[in-house]
């Protein structure tokens, strides 16, 4: 989006003060307000990367599920629609991997394992489309022990920056969002086919687990969904701004 008006950057700015203070806030709910000395996040810009957004999974493949049966699908699908605005909104380009509740393998492909592999090479080349591009994949977590909780950064070294940038969203979602959570972000090798072969830096972020009971309730809740979304926008931003 090239064209941002006064009115839109007024609501921006309502929604990123907001978070400073009330971490509850619904922050896809742009409310306006008339207040003309406060600066908008980052500057308005075309140099700026374009941010590939991936809601994990899709169509057919849920993901893991819930105990009460909410697949991660389409709660990733909600994240990254709520990123995509807030992206869209500061001026970046946005390029999602899929819009809907799908698979994005090739037309003519038979088989659920053929389809998935074609879904994740045309991932792939979503990610590597641009030569300066940051990759987001949104997925949600699950262990046969309801017990564990919290969001966790996955990255791999096949990229310098993206270990950086897993820091700073793993740091932004423990200060707005789950400050309880003391997980460490997380080394992946080839079994994270996204974020080994994308050339750009790149983050899977696994927002919480699904198998714990109470942590599922919060990542069905849809304000809570944009806290996430929040939480990664601003990493993304902080790191883009700061040229690093
Ligand atoms: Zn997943």
């Given at each position: 989006m090239k064209k941002i008006n006064k009115k839109i950057?007024?609501?921006?700015?309502?929604?990123?003060?907001?978070?400073?203070?009330?971490?509850?806030?619904?922050?896809?709910?742009?409310?306006?307000?008339?207040?003309?000395?406060?600066?908008?996040?980052?500057?308005?810009?075309?140099?700026k990367p374009v941010i590939v957004l991936d809601a994990g999974h899709g169509g057919i493949d849920g993901g893991c599920s819930?105990?009460?049966?909410?697949?991660?699908?389409?709660?990733?699908?909600?994240i990254v629609l709520c990123l995509r605005d807030m992206f869209e909104i500061?001026?970046?380009?946005?390029?999602?991997?899929r819009s809907e509740d799908r698979s994005i393998h090739d037309?003519?492909?038979?088989?659920?394992?053929?389809?998935?592999?074609?879904?994740?090479?045309?991932?792939?080349?979503?990610?590597?489309?641009?030569?300066n591009a940051i990759c987001?994949?949104?997925?949600?977590?699950q262990f046969t022990d309801p017990k564990y909780s919290?969001?966790?950064?996955?990255?791999?070294?096949?990229?310098?920056?993206?270990?950086?940038?897993?820091?700073?969203?793993?740091?932004?979602?423990?200060?707005y969002t789950q400050p309880e959570n003391n997980r460490e972000?997380?080394?992946?090798?080839?079994?994270?086919?996204?974020?080994?072969?994308?050339?750009?830096p790149t983050v899977m972020a696994e927002c919480g687990f699904l198998s714990n009971p109470e942590e599922a309730e919060k990542l069905k809740d849809e304000d809570y969904q944009k806290q996430i979304a929040f939480s990664i926008f601003a990493a993304v931003n902080e790191y883009t701004s700061k040229g690093k």
């Open positions: 950057i007024k609501r921006l700015i309502v929604v990123t003060s907001a978070v400073a203070v009330c971490a509850g806030a619904v922050f896809c709910s742009y409310r306006y307000m008339d207040n003309k000395t406060l600066p908008v996040i980052g500057s308005v810009q075309s140099d819930s105990a009460d049966g909410v697949p991660e699908k389409g709660i990733n699908l909600n500061n001026g970046y380009d946005v390029e999602l991997t037309d003519g492909i038979e088989g659920i394992a053929n389809q998935k592999s074609s879904d994740m090479d045309n991932r792939l080349a979503i990610f590597n489309k641009y030569p987001i994949s949104v997925h949600q977590n919290g969001a966790q950064m996955f990255y791999a070294d096949t990229n310098s920056e993206s270990k950086y940038l897993a820091q700073k969203m793993q740091d932004k979602i423990v200060e972000i997380k080394l992946c090798g080839k079994e994270l086919f996204l974020c080994y072969f994308s050339k750009n």
